[in-house]
């Protein structure tokens, strides 16, 4: 199957930058669109950013200006630049992937664990 492999959170201050990794391993035959989404306590899971194979963009209008996503095809894998960071930034962040599976050449989306980036002082 396919398993993502989320890095790259951990505790910042207000104004400060992370970057979050996803990479994706398995049986791909190949990997449409990559995104992240997040979610803070009490609240429902949102999306962030999104990219698509052929490097199409979309931001929640939160973020925009702030965060920038990008990927690297040859390594599978996805990132989130984040700047500027605020205290209501702070949430699970999960990447998900759209890959066509090997052998099969099925659709699936796929989760990442989650990573948890705090922005507090």
């Known amino acids: 199957q396919v398993q993502l492999v989320e890095s790259g959170g951990g505790l910042v201050q207000p104004g400060g930058s992370l970057r979050l990794s996803c990479a994706a391993s398995?049986?791909?035959?190949?990997?449409?669109?990559m995104g992240w989404y997040r979610q803070a306590p009490g609240k429902e899971r949102e999306l962030v950013a999104a990219?698509?194979?052929?490097?199409?963009?979309q931001y929640a209008d939160s973020v925009k200006g702030r965060f920038t996503i990008s990927r690297d095809n040859a390594k599978n894998t996805v990132y989130l630049q984040m700047n500027s960071l605020k205290p209501e930034d702070t949430a699970v962040y999960y990447c998900?992937?759209?890959?066509?599976?090997?052998?099969?050449?099925?659709?699936?989306?796929?989760w990442g664990q989650g990573t948890l980036v705090t922005v507090s002082s």
């Open positions: 990219i698509t194979s052929g490097g199409r963009t």
């Open positions: 998900n992937v759209d890959t066509v599976v090997a052998g099969s050449y099925r659709h699936l989306k796929v």
């Open positions: 398995g049986s791909i035959f190949s990997i449409n669109a």
